[in-house]
């Protein structure tokens, strides 16, 4: 663990970000952008995977972003990969290397990773889903020796919206990493699987008692996965998802992030489906 | 107890002597209802009022409130918080609002403590007033156990006729009297005259919610699938008026402005309401509370369970203000009694059962 300064609970207000250089800007898509953020000494991020940060632009405002690196590769600087989709995330993408950003964080309640040591774990992100569990999958491969098969079910439109390419083919080439890959609609290159993620549960076998699932998604996604989870026999306890919501406090006030009783901001956004199966307003 | 007497003559002068130090809020009148305002002499304070539009929420954790400012002009970008800590003192708080003011410290205190509201409370000094007559045809405070006033108080104020009797809760409360030597100690006769009053007022007030309130919470998580929702969400407007004037909604919006020059400016928080279309709304555009029913529903799930379940205090305190408010008279009475006789079977359908 780094043992460095923690940046929001030195602050003097709980809504003050703290500003920090933009080192790199990396486009994925035609709509998402990696943005790697700068941690000067002897600021530190101190994240667990699943967690998010309050990205902030100055005179525009601030969104929750998902953490997209993992901790155990976050300790100058860290990623964000955001999608344009309103005012502040259009704003994040018309800035340039050098360029500051307000940051708050980390918040919420990330995956319990330790609990899922020695079980086989599958991933199934879709589109977007893939930037939050990127953190997951990075710091579960730097700690390979700990965990069983590694199974990754990732979903996109069409090949070109595929996140991290770089990342996904050197997943590719690993031989303790199963990947698989789908699109909605193909290109003419496109030599892989074609449908909705779910397609791709059939190509699979898993011992499901001692299988962990992480999925992130769409909402609409989560119904047909769970369905698939559900149906391979894996626990409701042994699925895990991220849920998005506007958290616009970060720390359980606002109240924008409640469903039923609970506050994604504070009890998740990393949930397991046991914890969230009888809540109406999660999915 | 700790207690003074203070002549009603002499409040325009403690008034006077307060204002060199505090500024002062309490109920007057404005047009033809009170709310809480400045206090610049007693003339204005009218300490018989009915109720107030809006609870004294709006004095700590005000409809807009500024977070920081910033100055990004030159190459380092200054963000500088903003706290108010101006000495303040709220006159004439009744029962039910005080005790959403000790939800809200709990809410504001736990789990990440907000320094821009503590800062406030810190600085103002809670005068409360004992109510002995009912304030609201709408209101239902007996029901919901908040016509007691709850421990918060600095000062709690009794009118006893021609005298107020003081009961001082705290050190912030013994302040208010500093250097002011017209008020006298309270003696047994004056406790006497107190019991009265407040054995006599009881009367004045009437239970409305059917059922013992403690079962509230119980009865909301049998409800959860009740048609009332559907049929409150037919009805309700959406216009999230019962939520701006409620004394326990704390929601806020997050919002930044900048100025001319585009370099500088400020993030404030704004009250928002989860009956507004949009409020869960989420970048790509699902909303998780679309319909009105759902929407309903999670206010008076928050009301009656979510916030006593987190913060075991009451979530709803009873004032009436939603259902004056309410375009078309939705009223947490009227629904908690509504859920309550649609659980509990009558006699005759419970023969019906039987038969």
């Given at each position: 663990?780094?043992t460095?300064?923690?940046?929001?609970l030195?602050?003097?207000?709980i809504?003050q970000?703290i500003?920090?250089s933009?080192?790199?800007?990396?486009?994925?898509t035609?709509?998402?952008?990696?943005?790697t953020i700068e941690?000067?000494?002897p600021?530190?991020?101190e994240h667990?995977?699943g967690q998010?940060?309050?990205?902030?632009?100055l005179g525009v405002?601030?969104?929750?972003i998902s953490i997209?690196s993992?901790?155990?590769r976050s300790?100058?600087s860290?990623?964000?990969c955001v999608?344009?989709?309103g005012?502040l995330?259009?704003a994040l993408h018309a800035?340039?290397?050098?360029?500051?950003v307000?940051?708050?964080?980390?918040?919420?309640r990330?995956?319990?990773?330790e609990r899922f040591r020695?079980?086989?774990?599958l991933?199934?992100p879709?589109g977007l889903?893939?930037?939050?569990?990127r953190s997951?999958?990075n710091?579960?491969?730097d700690d390979?020796?700990n965990y069983?098969?590694?199974i990754?079910?990732?979903?996109a439109?069409?090949?070109?919206e595929?996140?991290?390419?770089?990342?996904?083919?050197e997943?590719?080439m690993r031989?303790?990493v199963e990947?698989?890959?789908?699109?909605?609609?193909?290109?003419?290159?496109?030599k892989?699987?074609?449908?909705?993620i779910?397609?791709?549960f059939s190509?699979i076998?898993v011992?499901p008692r001692?299988t962990v699932?992480?999925?992130?998604?769409?909402?609409?996604?989560y119904?047909?996965?769970?369905?698939?989870l559900?149906?391979m026999g894996?626990?409701?306890g042994?699925i895990w998802l991220?849920?998005e919501?506007?958290m616009?406090?970060g720390?359980?006030k606002?109240?924008?992030c409640q469903m039923?009783?609970m506050?994604?901001?504070?009890d998740?956004?990393a949930?397991?489906?046991?914890e969230?199966?009888?809540l109406e307003?999660?999915? | 107890m700790?207690a003074k007497?203070?002549?009603?003559?002499?409040l325009?002068?403690w008034?006077e002597?307060l204002?060199e130090?505090?500024?002062i809020?309490g109920?007057?009148?404005?047009q033809?209802?009170f709310?809480?305002?400045?206090?610049?002499s007693?003339?204005?304070l009218d300490?018989?009022?009915?109720?107030t539009?809006?609870?004294p929420?709006k004095v700590?954790?005000p409809?807009?409130?500024?977070l920081f400012?910033?100055?990004?002009?030159g190459?380092?970008?200054?963000?500088?918080?903003?706290?108010?800590d101006?000495p303040?003192?709220?006159l004439?708080?009744?029962a039910?609002?005080m005790h959403?003011i000790?939800l809200?410290d709990?809410?504001?205190?736990?789990?990440t403590?907000?320094?821009?509201y503590q800062t406030?409370r810190e600085n103002?000094?809670?005068?409360?007033?004992e109510?002995?007559?009912?304030?609201?045809?709408?209101?239902?405070?007996?029901?919901?156990?908040?016509?007691?006033?709850?421990?918060?108080?600095?000062?709690h104020?009794?009118?006893?006729g021609d005298?107020?009797?003081?009961e001082?809760g705290?050190?912030?409360?013994?302040?208010l009297?500093w250097n002011?030597?017209?008020?006298?100690?309270?003696?047994d006769a004056d406790?006497?005259r107190l019991?009265k009053?407040m054995?006599?007022k009881?009367?004045?007030f009437?239970y409305?919610?059917?059922?013992?309130?403690?079962e509230?919470p119980?009865?909301?998580?049998l409800?959860?699938?009740s048609?009332?929702?559907e049929e409150l969400g037919?009805?309700c407007?959406?216009c999230?008026a019962c939520n701006i004037v409620?004394?326990?909604c704390y929601?806020f919006?997050?919002?930044?402005?900048?100025?001319f020059?585009?370099?500088s400016g400020?993030?404030?928080?704004?009250?928002?309401s989860?009956?507004?279309d949009r409020?869960?709304?989420v970048?790509?555009?699902?909303?998780?509370?679309?319909?009105r029913a759902?929407?309903?529903?999670?206010r008076?799930?928050?009301?009656g369970k979510y916030l006593?379940e987190k913060?075991g205090v009451?979530?709803c305190?009873?004032?009436?203000r939603c259902?004056?408010?309410c375009?078309?008279?939705i009223?947490?009475?009227?629904?908690?009694?509504?859920?309550?006789?649609?659980?509990v079977?009558?006699?005759?359908?419970?023969?019906?059962?039987?038969?």
């Open positions: 663990m780094n460095g300064r923690q940046m929001t030195e602050a003097p207000s809504y970000p500003m920090l933009i080192l790199e800007i990396t486009s994925m035609e709509m998402e952008k990696v943005f941690l000067p000494f600021t530190s991020l667990r995977p998010f940060v309050q990205v902030s632009v405002g601030e969104a929750p997209s993992s901790p155990s300790k100058s860290f990623e964000l999608r344009r989709a005012a995330t259009n800035l340039n290397p050098g360029d500051v307000g940051v708050r964080g980390p918040f919420g990330g995956f319990p990773i020695g079980k086989d774990i991933f199934a879709g889903g893939l930037a939050p569990l997951v999958i710091e579960v491969l390979r020796s069983g098969r590694i990754i079910l990732y979903g439109g069409q090949p070109v595929m996140l991290f390419q770089d990342e996904l083919q997943w590719a031989e303790d990947l698989h890959l789908t699109v909605d609609k193909p290109d003419k290159k496109w892989g699987n074609v449908g909705v779910t397609t791709l190509d076998q011992s001692n699932a992480i999925t992130c998604g769409p909402p609409v996604m119904r047909f996965v769970l369905m698939e559900l149906g894996l626990p409701e042994n991220s849920l919501r506007r616009k406090c720390v359980g606002c109240g924008h039923d009783h506050y994604v901001c504070q998740g956004p949930f397991s489906y046991a969230i199966r009888h307003e999660a999915l | 700790i007497i203070l002549p009603k003559h002499a325009q002068n008034i002597t204002r130090h505090y500024r809020i109920p007057k009148l404005a033809s209802q709310i809480f305002g400045d206090i610049h007693a003339d204005e300490l018989s009022y009915p109720t539009i809006l609870p929420k700590l954790l409809q807009r409130e500024d400012h910033f100055d990004a002009t190459d380092t970008h200054i963000v500088e918080p903003t706290f108010d101006e303040t003192v709220i004439g708080i009744h039910c609002d959403s000790t809200l709990r809410v504001f205190e736990r789990g403590a907000d320094q821009h406030r103002t000094t809670l005068v409360s007033l109510c002995i007559k009912s304030c609201s045809e709408y209101s239902f405070c007996k029901s919901m156990g908040t016509l007691s006033i709850p421990e918060d108080f600095d000062l104020i009794t009118d006893l005298e107020y009797l003081l001082i705290s050190n912030k409360g013994v302040s009297l002011f030597n017209e008020v006298r100690e309270a003696t406790f006497e019991n009053v054995s006599e009881w009367s004045h009437t409305r919610v059917d059922f013992d309130i403690t509230l119980a009865l909301l998580s409800s959860y699938d048609k009332v929702w037919d009805r407007l959406a999230g409620c004394p326990t929601c919006d997050v919002r930044d402005e900048v100025d020059s585009l370099c400020g993030r404030f928080r704004v009250w928002d989860c009956q507004l409020f869960a709304v970048a790509g555009g699902h909303d998780f509370r679309d319909a759902a929407r309903q529903r999670h008076f799930f928050r009301k006593t913060y009451v979530g305190v009873g004032c009436g259902a004056q408010a375009l078309v008279h009223s947490p009475v009227d629904i908690f009694n509504e859920l309550h006789r649609r659980r079977p009558s006699a005759a359908t419970q023969e019906e059962i039987l038969a």
